[in-house]
């Protein structure tokens, strides 16, 4: 196992080579200023970009029965559940039976260089 994760650790290092060259070719990047900042709003001098996303999601349910005491469990988030979260998170809850739950995140970042 050692050496499969070895490998992939390789790959995925030599993977992420272009990335490291990218990211460095920003390093001399001066931080905006507040005041900067504060001016610019939205996509304020980014020209527009078309983008497409598209999601396409399918489900059945059915043929499913239900009999006798039918017992669901508590649907709830404690108060400190998001409290060390970063990034984009996605929280799904079912309060029934015999549901489908689809979901779709799409994140379409711009970066003009």
Do not use: C, Y
């Not at 993977?15 to 920003?26: C, D, F, G, N």
């Not at 349910?61 to 006798?68: A, F, I, Q, T």
């Not at 309060?95 to 779709?104: A, E, F, K, L």
């Amino acid at each position: 196992m050692a050496r499969v994760t070895k490998g992939m650790l390789t790959v995925t290092l030599v993977a992420m080579l272009p990335m490291v060259a990218w990211a460095e070719s920003w390093a001399g990047a001066e931080p905006m200023s507040t005041e900067q900042l504060e001016a610019a709003s939205g996509r304020q001098g980014v020209p527009l970009r078309w983008q497409l996303n598209e999601a396409e999601q399918n489900a059945v349910v059915s043929g499913n029965v239900l009999s006798g005491p039918v017992i669901t469990g508590d649907n709830w988030i404690a108060d400190q559940a998001f409290e060390n979260m970063s990034g984009i998170a996605t929280v799904i809850q079912n309060t029934g039976n015999q549901v489908v739950i689809q979901d779709s995140t799409q994140i379409n970042i711009l970066i003009n260089h």
